[in-house]
């Protein structure tokens, strides 16, 4: 199992960015966590984020969630898709489970919100979430999870059971110095908003959603 400070087993590039730069308690509604904060330079604005549960072991099957930034979700309630009601469910989990949760600054799949919001008006008009983003010119899913990965080994975790409907998160692990155990569903109940949006995510994108 590597401890804290142990060489990190991934190429330079990942491995800059999976720096350990500060560490605080915050005191949440779901309880106090250790956030860490992750970056390969020192004044970045956007770092990966741990919210830690203090009493997590990492010698056990530590329950993680890695969440990818949607600020229009996560932060304003936007009811467009899923992921502000996946972030509560998995901080109520991690709290309960003494789990993990990884805050990914992968806002829109990793096209940033300008590109998102542009993506949104094309879904307004008409296209799937894939088809706005390959109209854009950019791909369907530009996210990559080494760093997740190096997270989690800077905080001494081997295994892991992953909070997630999406198999390619799972299949990221692949290979890699994590064991992933269980996958655990983090499903949310459709409305009428986000309908459309998780019938392309389960349908085109392979979700488990049931
Ligand atoms: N480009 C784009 N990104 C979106 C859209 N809707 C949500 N997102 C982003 O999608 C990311 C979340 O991905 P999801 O597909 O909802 O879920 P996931 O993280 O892949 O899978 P789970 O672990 O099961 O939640 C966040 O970064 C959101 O900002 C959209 O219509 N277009
Ligand atoms: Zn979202």
């Known amino acids: 199992m590597p401890e804290h400070g142990d060489p990190i087993l991934l ?5 800059a960015d999976a720096t350990r730069r500060a560490e605080a308690l915050i005191p949440t509604p779901y ?7 992750y970056a390969g330079d020192a004044e970045d604005y956007t770092p990966h984020l741990a919210l830690v549960h203090p009493d997590m072991d990492p010698s ?3 329950i993680v969630r890695l969440h ?5 979700g996560d932060l304003f309630g936007s009811k467009r898709c899923d992921c502000g009601e996946q972030l509560d469910r ?8 003494r789990g993990i949760v990884v805050y ?13 919001l542009k993506a949104y008006q094309l879904q307004d008009q008409g296209m799937d979430t894939i088809e706005a983003n390959l109209h854009l010119g950019l791909e369907v899913d530009a996210r990559h999870y080494g760093i997740a990965q190096g997270i989690l080994q ?18 990221s692990f692949d290979d890699g110095p994590i064991e992933v155990v269980r996958r655990l ?7 009428k908003e986000n309908l459309q949006y998780l019938r392309t995510k389960a349908l085109d994108m392979g979700h488990w959603l049931g």
């Open 68 to 72: 990818s930034e949607c600020i229009t």
């Open 104 to 116: 990914l600054r992968q806002e829109g799949r990793g096209i940033g919100i300008i590109n998102k």
């Open 60 to 62: 056990g099957e530590v």
């Open 11 to 15: 190429p330079p590039a990942e491995l």
């Open 31 to 37: 309880g106090t966590f250790r956030m860490l904060a």
């Open 154 to 171: 800077d905080l001494g975790i081997g295994k892991i059971q992953l909070l997630t409907n999406n198999p390619l998160k799972v299949d």
């Open 90 to 97: 998995a901080m109520k989990v991690a709290a309960a489970g």
């Open 185 to 191: 569903p983090i499903i949310v109940d459709p409305g």
